[in-house]
């Protein structure tokens, strides 16, 4: 039987029982007591088990296979759940997870998997993990100690480089190397040893860092670790070749061991001794929540299709809307009673159409959001915080194109809550707080926008140490910080490299990722804002469109072109005399109901030739990014219509402020203008 026809079905199933599976442990990690969760995990084990089995999975039906049956010694209460437990399971998961990520990738799903599968086993015997790896990382250390090895700690983003590098047949090594007691110029010798490494390997960290090697911060000997195609014998022999370097000891990385001793804690899995499970008595409310049986969910006729079809239809669908557009114009020319009628009720047709269709391609938040309750633990237990994620709106449905985006901003939004916002239980008490903080991410609609909210009960911004950071990085004058407001402080920390952090960690520090969560929101046509109260938290707010496909737009006149201005961004519309233009700054302002308003001609920036001379009144359309405003002089209003957004293509990327174009209805192209670029 030819299997390939199954396979993405098989695909997209395995993904959902192992995010089942990741939810449903973390929900059986707050409430250990109640069984009926571990039912529902085993359910989706089993079920994936039999289907890998099926397909020919091996390697994924077996772990799988190891999870089961530790799940179910968990269910007939033979083993009683501990941190470390939940450890082992859920690197099990993660490795699941990446076996079928390689199914869909073309691979073939085999993996090295050999430690967590001897975890599992362990686990089932009722021994703990921990102490067979503690002791294996204790003879290595013991190794490592006698030849004077330093060890290494990796980020998860090493990790994954380690992992894959290994996946693609590289080796990974840590190399220590120890310089001559006499050797005088030292940072010029682990350059050169740099040099040597660099030619053939792919160095990934160095202990110290490369800061500290190069103002000569360390001892004699210091550590490198690297993947590469060589051996460890013609690495040592590279190395030994430069001068005053005295010993070189070259380990291979054990990634499996290694990882999961940095996952490992003091904790000790208990196995009840069966005598003893049979003839105790447990209390009537745990008995009841044994014997409840899950809540089942209503399930909906649905069908899977193909996201490249849904592409396909919205792209024949935005030629439709052309077309109606160029209809209208028709219509509206001949003055017929009949086309004009016949095109009306197209018009509605393809409206509710147009409805159908936008909602094919919306997608839950839920898609992503998934993803963030197993990193708030994780990360929680790095921080040694004590963290809980609250989600609301899962539900809420956004475009396809828009869900694919927001997922990076949002991770770096909810790290830097639980670095800089979460205070440790020590200092939530002293404050008189829950040790434990919360972070609440909320997702709703309003109008044609979906807002997301993160929402966290921490430390909240400081507005004077914001403030000091600001003008000792240069991003702003003393002058300049004297009339901010407190929102215009707070989205200081969205500037380039700017960072509150007193130390660089592997969570946060370098100043890298609010710049880059505004720029990446902004791009999708929405918006990020801040309010904050100190010791109270923060809340960061999102707004996005709910498509980008097709959007509604002005249309004005700027001499013989037209432009298209998104109405998402426009405030109002207005005509002035240009008596009312004053000068300040060397830019043209109007008094905008108590404002100042700097006025922008378009006919300028984009170089449009002129034809005809200006009248003695200007038309204005009034915009707005986040709180700033700015007045886009044009010649004439034409009106408002719904347009397709046609991207510019590579040839056209480097258009200033324009973020794509439409085909009017007369044949003719418009260019969409992007007010976010113009407002800077």
Known sequence: MDMNQYLEVFIEESKEHLQTCSEQLLVLEKNPEDLSIVNEIFRSAHTLKGMSATMGYEDLANLTHKMENVLDA??????VLSPELFDVIFLAVDDLEAMVMSIAEGGDGKRNVMGVVHQLEMIEKGESPVSSIIAEVAAASAVLEKEEM?????DEFEWTVLQQSKDQGFSSFEISIGLREDCLLKAARVFMVFEVLEKSCEVIKSHPPVELLEEEQFDQRFTITVVTRETSDEIKNKIMKVSEVDQVVV?????????????????KVTEIPKQETNNAELP????????????????????RVNIERLDILMNLFEELVIDRGRLDQISSDLDNQELHETV????RITSDLQTIVLNMRMVPVETVFNRFPKMVRQLARDLNKKVNLEINGAETELDRTVIDEIGDPLVHLIRNAMDHGIETPEERLAKGKNEEGKILLKAYHSGNHVFIEIEDDGAGINKDRVLNKALSNGILTKETAATLTDKQIYELIFASGFSTAETISDVSGRGVGLDVVKNTIESLGGSVTIDSKENEGSIFLIQLPLTLSIISVMLVAIQNEKYAIPLSSIIETAIIKKADIMNAHNQQVIDF??????????????????NQEEGESLSVVIVRKGDKLAGLVVDSFIGQLEIVLK????????AFAISGATILGDGQVALIIDCNTLIH
């Open 74 to 79: 968990i269910r007939n209460s033979q083993i």
């Open 150 to 154: 330093t060890v290494v700690e990796y």
């Open 251 to 267: 380990i291979a990385l054990d990634l499996e061991h290694l990882r999961y001793a940095a996952h490992s804690k003091d904790y």
């Open 284 to 303: 009537t409310e745990y008995d009841d929540k044994k014997k409840q049986a899950p809540v089942k969910t209503a399930s909906s006729k649905t069908i």
């Open 344 to 347: 009306e009720r197209m018009s």
């Open 593 to 610: 109901r108590g404002k100042v308003l700097p006025l922008l001609f378009l006919k300028d920036i984009f170089e449009v030739p002129i």
């Open 647 to 654: 991207s510019l293509g590579n040839y056209l990327t480097s």
